[in-house]
């Protein structure tokens, strides 16, 4: 390794997917840390210079800071990178409140991990530190460990770091970035206010990061037909074990449905269409009945519908209690994929069903929708954990697609040069700012919400 290379340090690694981008763009990982060491282990295979740190970094926050100093001496990394779960950010399941109920925010002990990272990067001083998270992370409330006052994640983060850090949040939906999906999120990118690029970045009223490649308006968003066009994957269909899986493409397997209910379910859908189970208007004997929005059977031969039912113990049907709007729904082939999550193998979560087959996506068509490169090393993780693990770390992974830009963008300035910034009066800092000042402690703002002057 040149000595030269920029160093980084990696904090809620994941599998390392999403520091790949990172790692694309020049900076070198040092140390990786990540709670499950199974995780961590694929982590490291595709970081070879790397120390691992496994274990909640609650308590091993110290050993990062140390298996830095070991490999590196009084060096300063170039970069810290940190992608804390965003699972309690939340606010679509019971007991986490709404997002200005600061107390249930605070259940999920998780919203708080940012003391980790201030407490890494106030130590180690990286030129850069780099956190990315949903959009809540700016806005979700917790109660401050320090006063209990109500404060958001992201601005809590803000108030924890050495103060000589300048603050950059922004809010953009990654697709705008070339990422064949739609998945908004928040990055947060703190730069040393000793570090020329802070000036460079003021005089050329830009922020740290790089312009969209396309957008909605341009009707140029990467399509989710010619995403899976493009991977060229085999055909596969849920129906049986055979055809379920590609025995040459171990990552290209569904789970199988059989020729129960589902299966039939999700084959009434028609093909390309976007369209919802909920929506389906005919029975297991295909009667030509009317049905209502929330019949559960047929009105002739008391089947049930082609539509997501629950048998009750007495035998009678009812419709699935959840979500109507995207769950039991065919991805539209035309647009961008709905946000690749780690329940990416269910039928009943949002829009996982493929837009044209009787199946859900497979790891691989997920992994290729997160612009995970094809040579990702998981090693023996999809055989000794199984598809259900392997889905979890695509769905929490940072598309490198984006990671790599934003790393040349950063890389670039930490050697004096402002090439491809967005300006800072883009909607995606406004969006980001307007967060941000939601999820200010009260004493910050006026009566009417408004930030105190």
Known sequence: MNSATPSAVSLFSNCGAGDVGYAKAGFSFRVMAEIEQRRLAVALANHKHACGVPGDLRFTWREVIASFRSDAGPERPA?????????????????????????????????????????????????????????????????????????SAAVLLRDLLDPRYECYPFLTDLADYGVPQRRVRAVM????????????????????????????????????????????????????????????????????????????????????????????????????????????????????????????TDGSFRLVRGFRRSSYSRMRPDAPAPTITTASGHVGSDNTIHPVENRVLSPLECAHLQTIPDDFDWGTALNDWGPTAVRAMIGEAVPPRFTEMHGRVLAALLDGRTEGLTSANDRRVAKADGRMQRGLPARHLTAHGQLRQ
């Open 79 to 151: 970069l810290l990178s940190a992608c804390p779960p965003c699972q309690g950010m939340s606010t679509a399941r019971g007991g986490r409140g709404r997002e200005e109920d600061a107390e249930a925010g605070s259940r999920d002990g998780r919203n708080l991990l940012v003391e980790v990272i201030a407490q890494v990067a106030n130590r180690l001083r990286p030129r850069i530190v780099v956190v990315e998270n949903v959009a809540a992370f700016l806005s979700r409330l917790v109660l401050d460990p320090r006063n209990d006052e109500p404060i």
């Open 189 to 312: 990118t703190f730069i040393r206010s000793d570090e020329p690029a802070v000036a460079a970045l003021a005089q050329s009223e830009c922020v740290p990061y790089p312009m969209p490649t396309a957008s909605a308006e341009d009707g140029n968003w990467t399509s989710l037909e010619d995403a899976l066009s493009q991977l060229g994957a085999k055909p596969l269909d849920a129906k049986s074990e055979v055809a379920a899986r590609d025995p040459s493409q171990p990552m290209h397997t569904v789970p199988v449905w059989g020729s129960n209910h589902q299966y039939r379910m999700v084959a009434a859908i028609p093909p390309s269409s976007g369209g919802r189970a909920w929506d389906t208007a005919v029975c297991e004997a295909r009667c030509d009945s009317p049905v209502g929005a929330d019949d559960a059977v047929c009105a002739t031969c008391g089947n049930p519908l082609l539509r997501p039912v629950v048998c009750e």
